[in-house]
């Protein structure tokens, strides 16, 4: 299958940032091939990223040479365990200019959540009167918005049914941004929570936390900030941000999987009762009952995801070294151009701001006549990886009118000629289905 | 350039021009059956006439492949008896599990007819539930269709697997 039609030439392709090439002798996967034969272009880093050989070599090395469960045991091996496994738990806060034990390590973005939201109900019947400073229940708010990826969405939606407290949320404006218009009466003072997403995943909207903060802070409501695609995208700082929490996942940010953070204001985080008990949060235990340790160690109870903590902490080196303001502005030149040249395609309606202002590189479309996982399969065909379908965001596609959509998203080791091959394979698909 | 052997002709042609489409009344079951991992729905109605699948009737929206699948099945199971229509998904499910086979496929050719142009699927792990959506709806459809109609004197258990 080949394209003759010709792109645009507009000059969009200003010098990106990161050496590209350089990068990609970084990750393995990306030297081999797929489809018979073809080069992998991979452009579904917002599902889940591909991991560098320093990563990869950090988790081996924890497991060759100091594999022992932190936190337990006086032998030498876990004291080295205990050490890599701090050293990453501070290495990783400060590249979100956090203190050490405001870090909470957890299996993903998604329980990161679903431990905040079920802290907040088991508050209600904390033994410890202190537990119950964030209790919600029946008269009380959750707020969200339409933007919410399902992991910020559900668990939410299942907090108010357990406590009886209602769910309210911001709405969507046409051009793809929140709709902040009746922000001061959807949070309001019966508000407990508000949680919000920095950066969505399917539109690549890049909201604005501030106000939200300001709004929630005045009436007494916690704010969690959803960074799983902002985290890995661009520099934040949770004294910047101002919120009480921020939740995000390592395998997208080139670390492995199995290893997210759960970051709390430490004051915020103290008053919080556990979520998962056992091994490793308790502070005294009897058989009439038991207490527990300060954070961050409350919230994780058992042998926690060693080698993938260290794993994470050599991707936020990684990171680091490239920078993330390059990374940002790396992804921002990528995004423009993308966006340029698929929306000159005939019958292609991109979802989400046309332009790069507070937008990251999360670039969804539709392609008239074809349904998402058609184009996909002609994309998969080329060795293209995108991502098809409602991207665990069913609300946004269907207040967009669409049944799902089909999704690009970069990294630092896309380069123009991934977004060239995106433009001729969705080209391509349309010679196939015959809509052009 | 595998394309060709998903995509065949057969397939883009019950795409373009779906057989049966649309909700018909009457009808004694409806269904609505959706593909989670990607948002793909079908509503499905089944119409008996005794023993016999009358009529089945249909509306919904996902790829190409769980279109044509919907047109195709359409075409194979109006007018059979129940349980031979329940018979004809069960080869079909074993089309989809064939992993690409030709042998199969060869083997099945004379009860799927045109379903049998689905074989391609079959190397496409993430798409057989495309194709197999319809064909879960119509199970389900007819199950409560007899159910629910007098004439189900002797209800037949849908042959097995999932």
Sequence with gaps: ?436 | MQLESMYQEIILDHYKNPHGRGLRDPFDAEVHHVNPTCGDEVTLRVKLDGDTVADVSYEGMGCSISQASVSAMYDLVVGKPVAEALETGEHFMTLMQAKGDPAVAEKLEDELEDAVAFAGVSKYPARIKCALMSWMALKDASARALSTTVSATHPTTPAGGQ
Aim: charged fraction near 20%; include cysteine; hydrophobic fraction near 40%.
């Design chain 1, 1 to 436: 299958m080949t394209s003759t039609a010709s792109r645009p030439d507009t000059g969009a392709r200003t010098p990106l940032p990161l050496d590209v090439e350089a990068i990609r002798a970084d990750f393995p996967i990306l030297s081999r091939t797929v489809r018979d034969g073809k080069r992998l272009v991979y452009l579904d880093s917002g599902a889940t990223s591909q991991k560098p050989r320093q990563v990869l070599d950090a988790e081996r090395w924890f497991y060759e040479n100091v594999n022992a469960a932190p936190h337990r045991g006086a032998h030498q091996l876990a004291e080295e365990a205990t050490g890599a496994y701090e050293e990453a738990r501070a290495k990783i806060g400060a590249f979100i200019g956090a203190p050490e034990n405001e870090v909470v390590f957890t299996r993903n973005t998604t329980e990161a959540i679903n431990l905040v939201a079920y802290a907040l109900s088991n508050a209600a019947t904390a033994k410890e009167p202190e537990f119950r400073t964030y209790a919600v229940g029946q008269g009380d708010e959750i707020v969200v918005t339409e933007m919410e990826h399902h992991a910020d969405l559900v668990p939410w939606q299942q907090l108010c049914e357990r406590t009886g407290a209602t769910l309210r949320w911001l709405g969507l404006t046409d051009d793809g941004r929140l709709d902040l218009s009746d922000l001061a009466t959807v949070v309001n003072e019966r508000t407990k929570l508000v949680a919000v997403t920095q950066q969505s995943n399917i539109l690549g909207t890049i909201n604005p936390i501030a106000p939200i903060v300001e709004r929630a802070h005045e009436v007494g409501a916690l704010v969690l900030v959803d960074g799983a695609q902002s985290v890995p995208h661009q520099p934040v700082d949770v004294t910047e941000l101002g919120a009480d929490f921020l939740v995000f996942s390592g395998h997208k940010m080139l670390g492995p999987t199995g290893v997210g953070v759960l970051w709390g204001r430490y004051e915020v985080l103290d008053k919080l009762p556990p979520f998962l008990t056992g091994g490793s949060m308790i502070e005294v235990v009897r058989m009439e009952g038991s207490t527990f340790m300060p954070p961050p160690q409350r919230f994780e109870a058992g042998v926690p995801m060693t080698a993938q903590v260290v794993g994470l902490g050599a991707a936020v080196d990684y990171l680091q070294r490239l920078g993330m303001e390059k990374v940002e502005e790396h992804e921002r030149a990528l995004t423009a151009y993308a966006l340029e040249q698929i929306a000159a395609i005939p019958g292609v309606t991109v979802i989400g701001p046309p332009d790069t202002v507070a937008r990251g590189g999360a670039v969804s479309f539709t392609v008239e006549g074809i349904h998402p996982h058609d184009v996909g399969q002609v994309l998969d065909d080329l060795g293209i990886a995108v991502r098809v379908g409602h991207h665990c965001a069913w609300p946004v596609v269907r207040r967009y009118g669409v049944p799902a959509t089909t999704r690009a998203t970069f990294y630092v080791h896309t380069g123009y000629d991934d977004v060239d091959a995106l433009a001729d394979g969705i080209r391509a698909a349309q010679k196939f289905f015959g809509t052009v």
